[in-house]
């Protein structure tokens, strides 16, 4: 790892840190609230400001400028922190960001490990950077376990990047056996924690020393923020951080901050209900006809059923699914759709849908979609918290749209 470069002016803290003997959805329906001094309001306040006055020449108070450092956005890291077991986070201004920052630890010649079907953002940055000589790459499919353990331990990887479960094909990585391997190898394990977020799985119990959010996603949970999260560890890790995020100008706004905050607080309550349904969909998807394979760890069929129950808390409420239909037949099914909308994204309170080949993993070359095992018929829907039997309906409707097209292909050809 590089040299820990000089102090930050300000590291992400709190001035109120609820008791860990709390359970995780008390630390934050309550992290920050009744601690404003001058009004005595219930919840903190949000500070806009971009500029903080020093108390006399050369002496300035806890803060001096937003970009190193903002009582807002130090409320919104130390909740993170506390759900997520880390000594401390760093709130960036988008999940890439968050990528970004974590990939500054790297130096040229030094390797990182990713997975073939991560994030189809984080699959070009990387890319990019191996383009200009940042550091060296070696893709490995670490959902295979024995496989990858052996591939560490001969290559001595400066870091492993873990995505459990994956995007879009949910693959579950054993996060404890690779972050032992990886350790053990002298490497820093990183676990883009995304897709189930701290109320799904906790990595840094589980041996990592860095998680990475989008918090646009299931932190937030409203789709009106975007931001990301990097939490580390160990104090050291995120000093470091914190003077790379500092002097790149990667940290999210005072308001962003706030809003994603007040999104975590509900964090909890969300994801039981995004859960519930996404097992419901789950089901009607195994026995659909015009359903090819269901990626979903939930299914006890699912190859890393059993690591995700034991590393996780649930399963999860994305699901992806092949439809046993022709690429034509792909917008058809879409197009019938009317809760479940187009759009890249996930984790919002709202259902969406998106279609990675061609939005979220597009700029994937076709050898590099073909390895991770994206196709042109794989769907990927991030289950909402709408009525369960209202989102089995509107599933049903697309599948009933491929029907009807076919037969009046059928009456066509008849006649």
Known sequence: MSKLKPKPKTQPQSDHKPEKKHRQETLVARYGVNTDDSHGAVIPPLHLSSTFAFKKFGQKGRYDYTRSGNPTRDQFAGALAAVENGSGAVITSSGMSAVHLVTQLLQPGD?????????????????????????????????????????????????????????????????????????????????????????????IGLGADIVVHSTTKYINGHSDVVGGAVIAKDPALLEELSWWANCLGLTGSP??????????????????????????????????????????????????????????????????????????????????????TLAESLGGVESLVAHPASMTHAAMSQRDQDAAGITARLLRLSVGIEHVEDLIADLEGGFAAIIRQRQGAQVRGVA
């Open 255 to 340: 308001f962003d901050s706030f809003q994603a905050l007040r999104g975590l607080r509900t964090l909890s309550v969300r994801y039981q209900q995004h859960q519930q349904n996404a097992i419901a969909i789950a089901a009607l998807l195994k026995t659909s006809e015009l359903v090819d394979k269901v990626y979903f760890p939930g299914l006890t069929q699912h190859p890393g059923h059993e690591t995700a129950a034991r590393q996780q808390q649930g399963f999860g409420a994305m699901i992806s699914f092949e439809l046993a239909a022709s690429e034509e037949e792909v917008p058809v099914f879409l197009e019938a759709l009317q809760l479940f």
């Open 111 to 203: 390797l990182l490990i990713a997975a073939h079907d991560c994030y189809g953002g984080c699959h070009r940055l990387f890319s990019a950077a191996v383009r200009k000589k940042s550091f060296d790459l070696q893709w490995l499919p670490l959902w295979e376990t024995q496989l990858s353990a052996e591939k560490i331990r001969a290559l001595k990887p400066r870091m492993v990047w873990i995505e459990t479960p994956s995007n879009p094909l949910l693959r579950i990585t054993d996060v404890q056996a690779i972050a032992q391997t990886a350790n053990e190898a002298g490497a820093l394990v990183v676990v883009d924690n995304t897709f189930m977020s701290p109320a799904g799985q906790q990595p």
